[in-house]
């Protein structure tokens, strides 16, 4: 990125141009990177909204952030999504947000061996750099229920004199954020888990897309994919695909998952195993995730991460229970009440006038 840039700015509250404007002109930048975007996207009310939910312009961005030269500090895309994100239009914002799986995926993919991003660390630091602000330095802390409170289905009995009062116990899901100009390797988890945080606070608005593109990144990164039951037949018709390609795309690695970069990618995948609005697809390819991220876990002899990643699929596991037994139990029920209803007009006597 040109020396100009600071990715620690805060999107600017005091932009005079309207929001529609802005998107406007978003749309019209992009369209100098990828070409001529269609009518329905620039024609459209909302062209940020069209944009997010066209698959076709999201794939050809999502090609280019995994071609080999993505990333490099010249990279115009990766300077067009720091600039939007710096907007203060919401539906702009999303749009970055729903690339940050890709971004992430080949940015931590590249990283080990060194490589220079200063485009994908830029992108990275405007985000980890508005959650820095929007915590206003307070740590993200939940209060865990205390047993030994009584409960408020049943009889409360009188609280003993001179009990001492108890604190509330409270967890810290995310420790307070420091502002960073740069990303060193030893705080490059952080960063990307802060960022990871962002995209699972706004998961509920990102695409199927973006969401089975970050499970990919999951496998690729826990170096476990091989688990996975693959014909041997499909393995060899990607392979032949791969070799076809001219450019070859970066397809994530084996990566060090430290508990700041795991936990939040933990969650996002509960989302995708358990939401109520993930298809079926979507959960098979989270629940491959979790397996290959446990598997990780296992060798790694991380005791947190394998109570954390075993505990989802745990989860999954009684999800897909339950929906089963949903399922085939109102089935089983209404021909039961159906056989008893015609056993009733049955025995029930016939009027003879």
């Known amino acids: 990125m040109s020396n100009d840039v600071s990715p620690t700015d805060s999107p600017s509250s005091l932009d005079p141009k309207p929001s529609t404007q802005r998107a406007q002109e978003a749309v ?5 990177i990828l070409g001529p975007l269609p009518d329905s996207i620039t024609l459209s009310d909302n062209p940020p909204l069209s944009l997010l939910n066209n698959h076709h312009i999201t794939s050809q961005i999502t090609h280019r952030l995994r ?3 993505s990333g490099a500090g010249d990279d115009p895309l990766c300077r067009w999504l720091y600039d939007t994100f710096q907007s203060t239009n919401p539906d702009l914002q999303l749009i970055v947000l729903s690339f940050l799986p890709t971004i992430a995926g080949v940015y931590l993919s590249r990283a080990i061996s060194r490589q220079p991003l200063a485009g994908f660390e830029a992108v990275l630091l405007a985000l980890y750099a508005h959650e820095t602000t929007s915590r206003a330095g307070e740590p993200v802390t939940i209060t865990l229920p205390n047993l030994t409170n009584p409960s408020v289905y049943h009889e409360a009995k009188p609280p003993a004199k001179n009990r001492p009062t108890e604190e509330p116990d409270v967890a810290v899901l995310s420790p307070a954020l420091e502002p960073h100009g740069t990303v060193r390797s030893t705080k490059r988890a952080r960063i990307v888990g802060v960022a990871l945080e962002l995209y699972f606070n706004k998961i509920s608005l990102m695409p199927l897309s973006s969401k089975m593109e970050f499970c990919r990144f999951c496998m690729a990164w826990s170096g476990y994919q091989d688990i996975l ?4 037949e499909k393995k060899q018709q990607e392979e032949k695909k791969e070799e076809e390609e001219e ?6 690695r084996r990566i060090p998952l430290p508990w700041e970069l795991l936990q939040p990618m933990l969650r996002v995948l509960g989302h995708c195993l358990m939401g109520p609005q993930s298809s079926e697809e979507m959960k098979a390819m989270a629940n491959d995730a979790a397996r290959c991220l446990h598997e990780r876990a296992l060798h790694d002899m ?14 999954g596991k009684m999800k897909f229970e339950s929906v089963w037994e949903s399922d085939c139990v109102p089935s089983c029920c209404c ?9 009733e007009e049955k025995e029930q006597p016939v009027n003879q006038d």
Not at 28 to 32: A, G, I, R, V
Not at 303 to 314: C, E, K, M, T, W
Request: proline share 5%; aromatic share 0%; charged share 25%.
């Open 28 to 32: 019209e930048s992009l369209s100098q």
């Open 67 to 69: 071609s080999p030269t």
């Open 247 to 252: 450019e070859e795309e970066e397809k994530g």
């Open 229 to 232: 039951d693959e014909s041997k």
């Open 302 to 315: 991380n005791p947190q991460a394998i109570l954390a990643s075993g505990s989802l699929l745990s989860l």
């Open 335 to 343: 021909s039961n009440e159906a056989a008893d209803q015609q056993v």
